[in-house]
């Protein structure tokens, strides 16, 4: 169907603006906003939904993302609107700001269409950790999303909204881009601006998108990207536009395979889509080669080591005093104890005690510094396989969806969902996950490409040749 034919809520975001740069945006908000409001309720994936309203007036339709509706992951901050992290210890927590790539949405037309649900504190792989209720898979209801950024992803997937932001730290854009079957962004680390991104590991932390399409996350990367002297950790690089690197071309690449990638723990069902993609980017004239990764095996290890240790550091606001939650005690002491004990979950517990652990006297040397050592040695395998390659390909989860409650009660297993995305987030390289390909029962396979830091273009047209090529994005849920 064209875009004039199917739903409005239906449309990607490039249809969207396109419309309503003749007729408005009011329709299409109508739409996704009645169609959020019946989907909801069994989704999950929205804590806060507003009427999505376009603001500015007829003013909007002269900036590119003409008043269309773009959602926001709970963990970053919009001026004058809760925003919790999915946590009992922020609720009430009204941020007296907007992060910049709020900044940039508003400045660019968007209409800011809710605030997705996740993992608490973006602790986790499956959205199963909100204080606020599980996020369900809408290819199947009783499986999960991915997380941290589940909310964003199925939000997306179950066209309740048009595209969203989400947050990746160790795979938490991409794992549930592959879950739900759409596109998920993470940029360079430095790329886009953390400043109003409620930390969880600073050296790790990258906002990006969840689309439709990849056309859509260029239109997106576009407006967030760029430098901002708010960030220390922004870098200072031009930015191209995006869209202009969407040729169907990949003639000549060199897209190199990490052998560390097809081990066992691989789903079947995964390595034959991940396969299956190898042959089409292969016959569309790229060069496939084997390259490695060796300490690919110690990247799980490394990630629950340092991350871990950066969201203890960066949790320890959160007591009482400033933020959020309070719980009225005898004394200061225990109102510390008490506000953290009840505003905290299992995971965020866990992650916080572990994090104090290997920064604690005694410990730092043998884990945290050890950590870093090995993070180096990670980043050393990308900087030499990408003298021999352009890019690097791979499946972005072991497995499709998972059941809830199935790994729930298994740290360790529900750690190894992330860890063939953990590695460029050691790296700080940006990365992509595209839809590949579908299981038997009918739940979406993601697949990743990685690039050099800095290369979000080459990735973008890499990503695009292969999904216009197999056209398994235009397959939806039916909900």
């Known amino acids: 169907m064209s875009e004039t034919t199917r739903p409005f809520y239906q ?18 908000l109508k739409a996704v906003w009645e169609r959020a409001q019946a989907l909801n309720p069994r989704v999950n994936a929205f804590l806060r939904l507003d009427s999505g309203k376009p603001a500015g007036g007829t003013a909007v339709l002269q900036k590119p993302l003409c008043g269309v509706p773009v959602s926001i992951k709970d963990n970053i901050c919009i001026q004058g609107v809760e925003t919790t992290c999915a946590s009992r210890i922020l609720k009430g927590h009204v941020p007296p700001y907007d992060a910049t790539v709020v900044e940039k949405l508003k400045a660019n037309g968007a209409t800011l269409f809710g605030q997705c649900n996740m993992d608490e504190f973006a602790f986790g792989s499956s959205s199963e950790t909100s204080a606020y209720g599980v996020v369900r898979n809408p290819w199947d209801l009783e499986r999960v999303p991915g997380g941290s950024s589940g909310g964003s992803a199925a939000a997306v997937a179950a066209d309740m909204t048009l595209a969203a932001l989400g947050s990746d730290t160790g795979g938490s854009i991409r794992q549930p881009a592959s879950l739900c079957g759409v ?52 870098a200072n690089q031009p930015v191209p536009d995006y869209t202009q690197a969407l040729k169907r071309d990949v003639q000549g690449l060199r897209i190199g395979c990490p052998k560390e990638f097809f081990v066992e723990g691989l789903d079947p069902e995964v390595a034959q889509s991940v396969e299956e993609a190898t042959r089409t980017l292969k016959k569309l004239g790229a060069q496939i080669k084997e390259v490695t990764l060796p300490h690919t095996p110690y990247s799980v290890a490394v990630y629950y080591i340092v991350a871990v240790a950066e969201a203890s550091s960066n949790l320890g606001r959160f007591d009482g005093v400033e933020y959020g ?15 953290r004990d009840e505003g905290f979950g299992q995971e965020a517990k866990r992650r916080i005690l572990l994090g104090t652990f290997v920064l604690s006297a005694g410990y730092y040397d043998a884990y945290y510094r050890k950590g870093q050592k090995v993070r180096t040695l990670v980043r050393d395998d990308f900087e030499k396989a990408f003298r021999e390659v352009d890019l690097i390909m791979g499946p972005t989860s072991p497995t499709a969806a998972f059941k809830l409650g199935e790994k729930a009660e298994d740290p360790l297993a529900m750690y190894l969902s992330d860890i063939f995305t953990i590695p460029a987030n050691l790296a700080g390289i940006p990365a992509v996950s595209v839809p590949c390909g579908f299981t038997r029962a009918g739940l979406p396979i993601g697949l990743q490409l990685m690039a050099r830091p800095f290369d979000e273009a080459l990735l973008l047209r890499a990503a695009h040749t292969f999904e216009q090529e197999t056209e398994f994005f235009k397959k939806m849920p039916v909900l």
């Open 11 to 28: 449309l990607t975001l490039k249809e969207a603006i396109r419309i309503a740069q003749s007729k408005g945006p009011d329709e299409i």
């Open 325 to 339: 939650l309070r719980v009225p005690a005898k004394d200061l002491r225990d109102m510390y104890f008490e506000t």
């Open 183 to 234: 596109v998920g962004f993470k940029p360079t680390y430095g790329r886009v601006s953390r400043y109003g991104l409620i930390a969880f590991g600073s050296s790790f932390d990258q906002i990006g998108t969840l689309t439709k399409t990849v056309e859509d996350s260029a239109i997106l990367l576009n407006v967030i990207s760029g430098h901002d002297p708010r960030d220390s950790t922004s």
